[in-house]
């Protein structure tokens, strides 16, 4: 009855509200919690960080049942990109430990940029010293050095962080118009 770019963009934006709702009651819930540091540019930031995560997965989740024939079979495949999301993330392995031949993988993974806005945003201006692995860094420079997160890019992972979303938003729509899986 409707363009598939119309129902598209209107799928799409009914979940924004209920997102921005979620991550606000994630954000009252475990920010105080984990006794993260109360500056508004630091609340931001976890907000921003969560929103935009949440985005990705949901608009994946549409995305895999626009791909394919039905739930079942979108639910196996989101299995796998789960799997590759957290094992290339950078918090089992560090970015600068993953091997060159696997770090195109790291940089492409949208789990590695929420690690990074995440961590970053909330520990890496602080320049207090720290006892790591035998010896006194501050937390900042263990930050580079240990996970390779600099507080200087974090704009760049924000600009990442929401392209993420779009790109998938778009790609849905796209599928949304072009594949049909209904038999006559």
Known sequence: MYSPWAYALAQVTVEIPYLLIQALAYMIISYPMIGYYGSAYKVFWNFYV???TMMFYNYLGML????TPNFMIASILSTVFYT????????LITGPKIPNW????????PTSWALNGMITSQYGD?????IVF???KSLSSFLEDYFGFHHDRLPITAVVLIFYPLVLAFLFAYCIGKLNFFRR
Do not use: A
């Not at 895999?64 to 791909?67: A, E, K, R, T, Y």
């Not at 590759?84 to 918090?91: A, I, T």
């Open 102 to 109: 696997w770090i195109w993988l790291y940089y492409m993974m």
């Open 64 to 67: 895999l049942v626009s791909l």
């Open 50 to 52: 969560m929103f935009c």
């Open 126 to 130: 602080i320049d207090k010293e720290i």
């Open 134 to 136: 035998g010896e006194t």
């Open 84 to 91: 590759l999301f957290n094992l290339f993330s950078g918090f």
